[in-house]
């Protein structure tokens, strides 16, 4: 994945976005150093697995993966929060109907293998953590700083997909 998105990257100065679980992915781009890329934000995401216990639960959240669709109140709880707008619960519920279970069961052990990395970041990092994340904690953000030093921390009240939740204060 790496790879295609190095691929597509502009021609112009941009700041990479790395979002839930394209956090690490971004953090791997960066390493590249590619010309125009000015800084990374890591929005309600992570570089090392951000949950221990993940890999012992990978099987009993691919149950819920291979439902139709996952209940309201599990994607209230860990993603939009309370009161979402049908809209964001229909673009949710279409985009995870829209990955197959195998590369969701993939992506999960994936995350569940992520160590501590080790190199630095050389560039400007920001990290946008919703105040109200249920999927991510705040932890995660201490393992970024490990690899980011001189990271800013931006806090907005919020559940996991605060971007789509918060989008001005965002």
């Known amino acids: 994945l790496v790879a295609l998105i190095v691929e597509q990257l502009p021609n112009e100065d941009f700041l990479l976005v790395g979002e839930s679980f394209s956090g690490y992915l971004a953090y791997r ?9 000015r800084g990374v934000l890591f929005v309600a995401t992570f570089v090392a697995c951000p949950r221990p216990w993940l890999a012992s639960l990978t099987s009993t959240l691919m149950f819920f993966v291979r439902v139709a669709s996952p209940p309201n109140m599990i994607i209230q709880h860990y993603f939009t929060g309370p009161n979402p707008s049908d809209e964001l619960v ?4 279409t985009a995870v109907s829209s990955v197959e279970s195998h590369v969701l069961r993939d992506r999960l052990k994936q995350v569940a293998r992520l160590q501590q990395p080790e190199h630095s970041l050389e560039l400007p990092c920001y990290v946008l953590q919703a105040g109200q994340d249920r ?6 953000a201490e393992s970024i700083l490990k690899i980011a030093p001189e990271l800013r921390l931006f806090v907005i009240e919020g559940p996991h997909l605060i971007l789509q939740k918060q989008p001005r204060q965002s």
């Open 90 to 93: 229909s673009r949710f519920k």
């Open 135 to 140: 999927l991510i904690p705040k932890q995660a």
């Open 29 to 37: 781009v960066a390493l590249m150093k590619p010309q125009y890329m």
